[in-house]
């Protein structure tokens, strides 16, 4: 049987808040990408956390691409083979891929698991800008970082480019075992979810 991890929303304002300061103090990001469907409550939530006073808000962009493929109800979903995309960057609000280009760019999403999903949308971010540095004939290189709320603690069927590893700009708000982690904007029921998690918290803390 397959253990599950029970998030509440409270957990995932408190994950975001506790690392915060640290995505603040190492890379400080002039825009947010992201992975949707996931990524776009963490990286709602976040935003109010790297918010410096005085300063506009992080403009997000939103990306959508698809691992998983659903087995039917009451089935967990396994990861599939292939990354699909069915949405990519919004250009009528950024102008052009140009304007990318020199930024400090967060890609956000809520798991890394296998890593497949974040290998795709690194290289096909990095492969837009730099198409467009290139057509520019000048500008600084974009640099990427990557925050998730839960890195699966499990051999990766992806990779991270060398340098968002070695310079810091890989941020997990928490490590754990390969378990299915039950986001709650996936809960069909939202007051039974709370309480899945509430239970698994007491009986944990009763095992301690």
């Not at 052009?96 to 798991?111: A, Q, T």
Request: aromatic share 8%; glycine share 8%; with cysteine.
């Amino acid at each position: 049987m397959v253990e599950k991890l029970y998030v509440t929303y409270n957990d995932v304002h408190n994950m975001c808040q506790e690392i915060a300061p640290k995505i603040l103090e190492t890379f400080n990001p002039q825009l947010m990408i992201a992975i949707g469907g996931g990524g776009y409550v963490p990286a709602r939530i976040i935003r109010s956390f790297l918010k410096r006073p005085g300063s506009a808000n992080i403009p997000i962009q939103a990306i959508g691409l698809s691992l998983y493929e659903s087995l039917g109800d009451n089935v967990v979903e396994e990861p599939g083979t292939k990354v699909t995309r069915t949405q990519w960057l919004d250009l009528t609000a950024l102008g052009s891929m140009k304007n990318l280009v020199g930024k400090r760019i967060l890609i956000v999403d809520e798991v890394d698991d296998t890593r497949t999903t974040l290998e795709y949308a690194v290289k096909e971010l990095q492969k837009d800008v730099e198409a467009a540095r290139q057509a520019l004939g000048e500008g600084e290189e974009t640099q990427f970082a990557i925050f998730v709320l839960h890195n699966k603690d499990k051999p990766k069927k992806g990779t991270l480019p060398e340098n968002v590893i070695s310079e810091g700009r890989y941020f997990a708000a928490l490590t754990v075992g390969d378990e299915w982690i039950c986001y709650p904007w996936e809960a069909g029921n939202i007051e039974e979810h709370d309480r899945n998690a509430a239970e698994a918290k007491a009986k944990k803390a009763a095992q301690n």
